[in-house]
């Protein structure tokens, strides 16, 4: 295990459009987080898992956003009906419970057209 | 609100020359800070932090400093080299008296080296 793991890491959809992008942790870490990054900016907060359990999540992630850990492991984050105002950057991370600093992925940069 | 940011978007730099990136933050309940590295198509990757009780730590080729009094905190880079150009964004703890340990973000210096 070298690492966060993200897949796709590039994702095209027409606006309108259901996607769903894959997160894999770190195994021994049992907290993960979703961050949304636009250009030019810092990651900014989404959702936020302990193990299984989604104990956070920001206001901008809207009720077309869903996220899961179902086995506390690797995560999911689907983005329903999409809009062109979703194109970004999504960043998993992962930490242990120890330790102040994340570990991230390479992130899925998502366009829609 | 509670913020962090950044006093200057883009940095160049002579290689070999010292870096320092500047960041100020205004939520004296942060109890730790955290320097990032994100290179082009690259998620952030960990440089160094600090801890709020005290105010300088050394990494390899990094420096982080850190001034309570008047909530400002820099990196340093030594001996700047081409691999050492990137996005460069302090963090600190969205919430400190939480256990969640989300981090806001600033906006990021560039840091670009020249030859």
């Known amino acids: 295990d070298t690492g966060v793991s993200q897949d796709p890491r590039h994702k095209i959809t027409k606006r309108g459009q259901n996607v769903t992008f894959r997160c894999d942790p770190i195994?021994?870490?049992?907290?993960l987080y979703w961050y949304r990054q636009t250009l030019g900016q810092g990651p900014e907060f989404l959702t936020y898992?302990?193990?299984?359990?989604?104990?956070?999540k920001s206001r901008l992630l809207s009720d077309r956003f869903s996220a899961e850990r179902p086995k506390g492991s690797f995560s999911t984050l689907e983005i329903q009906r999409t809009e062109q105002g979703d194109s970004a950057m999504y960043l998993c991370?992962?930490?242990?419970?120890?330790?102040?600093?994340?570990?991230f992925g390479s992130g899925t940069r998502l366009t829609v057209v | 609100g509670e913020s962090v940011g950044l006093h200057l978007p883009t940095l160049s730099v002579q290689e070999g020359d010292n870096s320092i990136i500047n960041c100020a933050y205004s939520?004296?309940?942060?109890?730790?800070f955290i320097w990032y590295k994100q290179e082009s198509g690259k998620g952030p990757q960990f440089i160094i932090d600090?801890?709020?009780?005290?105010d300088k730590r050394q990494g390899q080729r990094v420096t982080v400093l850190l001034n309570k009094t008047v909530k400002h905190l820099s990196l340093q880079i030594a001996a700047t080299q081409p691999g050492d150009s990137a996005v460069y964004f302090c963090a600190e703890p969205a919430n400190p008296s939480g256990s969640a340990r989300q981090l806001t973000f600033g906006s990021g210096t560039q840091l670009t080296v020249l030859p």
């Open positions: 991370a992962s930490s242990g419970s120890l330790g102040n600093g994340y570990t």
């Open positions: 939520n004296s309940a942060s109890d730790y």
């Open positions: 600090i801890r709020s009780n005290m």
């Open positions: 898992f302990q193990n299984e359990a989604q104990l956070e």
């Open positions: 195994s021994e870490h049992n907290r």
